[in-house]
């Protein structure tokens, strides 16, 4: 979805490297959520943001942060990378006020290695 | 604990035949579900979703199912197309409560032959 973007698409790191990856929207939601997909798993949720002070938790929030800069972006940081880490990153967005409650849409990933 | 888990994680079908994926939650109070499509090298996309005050929504050549009973639920593709061909992921939410997040299944690979 176009209206979701992530930077970089692709991105070969080595352990113990400083890494960000970059979240943009332009569907004006409220709510941004950071997710990593690994191989035969589902997608499981690292951080989430309701709003621009607002930071949450997901179920495997270690090793990682994050920054909600304004509405409309949302970072996720590696501050020192692991190999484990090497995942397809997902960015997702939400508008509990519209419609289609609590429905998610998602950026097109970036694909992180870790060396 | 909550769980979203599907039956079959790879499901082969004919060019035109009719497709079913199927998905089965844990959390009773779950009340909001959704299907999303993913290609390969691609984010998830929205397919359709239902509340749990419906048995059946239909949209563009797919149907979903819920089940309360035995907390199922299912996505049929009607006269399924190669451009079908992608993992399929069911999703739960439960509205209330100070979260709003998603539980995903892991996923079941659609295989279109033609």
């Known amino acids: 979805d176009a209206d979701v973007t992530q930077t970089p698409r692709n991105r070969i790191t080595k352990t113990g490297k400083r890494i960000m990856l970059e979240c943009s929207q332009t569907?004006?939601?409220?709510?941004m959520y950071w997710y990593r997909q690994d191989p035969g798993l589902g997608l499981r949720l690292i951080y989430y943001?309701?709003?621009?002070?607002?930071?949450n938790k997901g179920e495997i929030s270690d090793g990682y942060s994050v920054s909600r800069q304004a509405q409309a972006k949302f970072s996720l940081s590696l501050e020192s990378a692991i190999p484990n880490q090497t995942a397809l990153y997902f960015c997702?967005?939400?508008?509990?006020?519209?419609?289609?409650?609590?429905?998610?849409?998602f950026g097109p990933g970036t694909r992180l290695t870790v060396l | 604990g909550e769980s979203v888990g599907l039956h079959l994680p790879t499901l082969s079908v004919q060019e035109g035949d009719n497709s079913i994926i199927n998905c089965a939650y844990s959390?009773?109070?779950?009340?909001?579900f959704i299907w999303y499509k993913q290609e390969s090298g691609k984010g998830p996309q929205f397919i359709i979703d239902?509340?749990?005050?419906?048995d059946k929504r239909q949209g563009q050549r797919v149907t979903v199912l819920l089940n309360k009973t035995v907390k199922h639920l299912s996505l049929q593709i009607a006269a399924t197309q190669p451009g079908d061909s992608a993992v399929y992921f069911c999703?739960?939410?439960?509205?209330?409560?100070?979260?709003?997040?998603?539980?995903f299944g892991t996923g079941t690979l659609l295989a279109v032959q033609p």
């Open positions: 239902i509340r749990s005050n419906m």
């Open positions: 943001s309701f709003d621009v002070k607002d930071i």
């Open positions: 959390n009773s109070a779950s009340d909001y």
């Open positions: 997702a967005t939400s508008d509990p006020t519209s419609g289609r409650t609590d429905t998610q849409y």
């Open positions: 999703a739960e939410n439960s509205y209330g409560g100070a979260t709003n997040k998603l539980i």
């Open positions: 569907k004006g939601h409220d709510r």
